[in-house]
């Protein structure tokens, strides 16, 4: 196969080498560049070497090339994965997470959504509408693969500075739910039935499970057996009392877990603490830790000379839907996807048109199509427009770079609620971030 795909971001070991993984699983992809972009060299060049190595022992199934040279790395592209992150991801996402909270807001994880995800937005979407920008005109045709966050908000800003380009964005978090837990509550192979979903990125829900034989509703089974499944299995991090007060109240299960949708219910504070995520973004800073332990320790081995017979490639598929999705436009295969970001565009009648959601969609030769929802249920749409309305107000204000709109998006916030605050602590970020935010005026 004579495709080129190009991961930029890929001096990241928690990017980088997982990508590899599902390549190297593909007999689809055997005999494609592999071109890997970052900023970052030093890491740049240990990714490259280590992967090369691997590659080298699996009989140089990829031709793999490296640069910080953007434009060189896009020059006949046919797919271009983004995992970029603009600064340092932890040391600045402490800052989202634990600013805001000192000025009154019910700030949790400050990632995508809060004021916290506003700073992220940010600093994020200017660096990213650049890349696609190069994308769209050196290699107007490529696919364009984002998995950066936050996802909706940047999703959201390519649509409308770069509506031409063959965008759609990636998350893993439907992995929670399926198969894992999906497969036992139903009592069937995961390969027996249909998962449909329907939100936004991060605030997304099961909206339909379908056997995929008889074409039978599974839902009603899915709905008599979820609670009693999950009786014994709280998980602070994942499904606890949030995600069930949601269900409970709602009807409809939230699969994407506290940690997640905390971020975008006014009542989410009332059932994840503060101390939760920060425990969980510990664990994250502590897993990518782990990772770049494990690279460096494969380049250390490689430069003596002493590189394990083991691969660093585990064998396992990472679980991320890139490569498997790439596959599929390739082959025209018709195949299912149960979560996507793209843009909605008809897909969820009752939310606006001019929003990334998160959805189901058929895979092929165009790309990714979503599986109409028409109107979903009214609680569902109304807490979603809440969101999309900040979504909204958030993009414009960074595309215009308005100081006056970014308060105002502060403010509206389900975590802010004030003026006051939503002064105080856009005054504090742009002073802490000033180096990687718009210029805001």
């Known amino acids: 196969m004579d495709k080129k795909i190009v991961l930029i971001g890929a001096g990241s070991a928690a990017f980088g080498p997982p990508t590899f993984v599902d390549l190297n699983l593909s007999k689809v992809l055997a005999g494609s560049t592999i071109t890997l972009v970052d900023i970052d060299t030093e890491k740049l060049h240990m990714v490259y070497e280590v992967l090369s190595e691997d590659n080298k022992k699996m009989g140089n199934k990829f031709n793999i090339e490296c640069t910080s040279n953007r434009e060189k790395a896009l020059k006949g592209a046919d797919f271009v994965i983004n995992s970029t992150e603009n600064g340092d991801r932890f040391e600045l996402r402490w800052q989202d997470n ?18 916290g995800g506003f700073f992220h937005s940010a600093r994020q979407i200017p660096a990213i509408i650049k890349i696609a920008k190069d994308v769209a005109r050196i290699s107007p045709d490529a696919f364009f693969i984002n998995y950066s966050n936050p996802m909706s908000r940047i999703c959201l800003a390519l649509k409308r500075v770069l ?114 995520l920060t425990d969980w973004i510990t664990r994250m800073e502590l897993g990518k830790k782990a990772i770049n332990f494990q690279l460096k320790w494969y380049y250390k081995r490689l430069k003596r000379g002493k590189y394990p ?71 569902i749409a109304a807490i979603l427009r809440i969101e999309a309305s900040i979504q909204d107000l958030c993009v414009e204000a960074i595309l215009k770079e308005s100081k006056s709109l ?25 002073e802490v971030q000033k180096n990687y935010l718009p210029n805001f005026k």
């Open 98 to 115: 634990t600013i805001p909270r000192r000025h009154g807001s019910t700030e949790r994880m400050g990632e995508n959504g809060g004021p």
């Open 163 to 276: 509506p031409n380009l063959k965008m759609f964005g990636l998350c893993h978090q439907i992995g929670l739910l399926t198969p894992p837990h999906l497969s036992k509550i139903l009592d069937k192979e995961r390969s027996d039935f249909q998962v449909i979903t329907g939100g936004l990125n991060h605030f997304a829900f099961l909206m339909g499970l379908k056997d995929v034989n008889t074409r039978d509703d599974l839902l009603p089974v899915f709905n008599a057996n979820c609670q009693n499944y999950f009786q014994n299995k709280w998980d602070r991090f994942h499904y606890a009392d949030l995600t069930f007060e949601v269900y409970k109240r709602f009807g409809w299960f939230p699969y994407v877990g506290d940690n997640h949708i905390c971020e975008y219910l006014q009542f989410g504070s009332h059932y994840t603490t503060a101390q939760d």
């Open 309 to 379: 017979e083991k691969s660093m490639l585990i064998r396992d598929p990472s679980g991320e839907r890139a490569i498997p999705i790439i596959e599929a436009i390739i082959e025209d295969s018709n195949s299912h996807e149960i979560a996507v970001n793209i843009p909605n565009d008809g897909i969820i009648e009752n939310l606006p048109q001019d929003l990334v959601i998160e959805c189901s969609g058929t895979v092929n030769k165009d790309g990714i199509q979503g599986v109409k929802l028409g109107n979903i249920p009214k609680n």
């Open 406 to 430: 970014a308060i105002d998006c502060l403010a509206m916030d389900v975590n802010c609620g004030s003026f006051g605050m939503a002064e105080a602590i856009f005054d504090e970020m742009m």
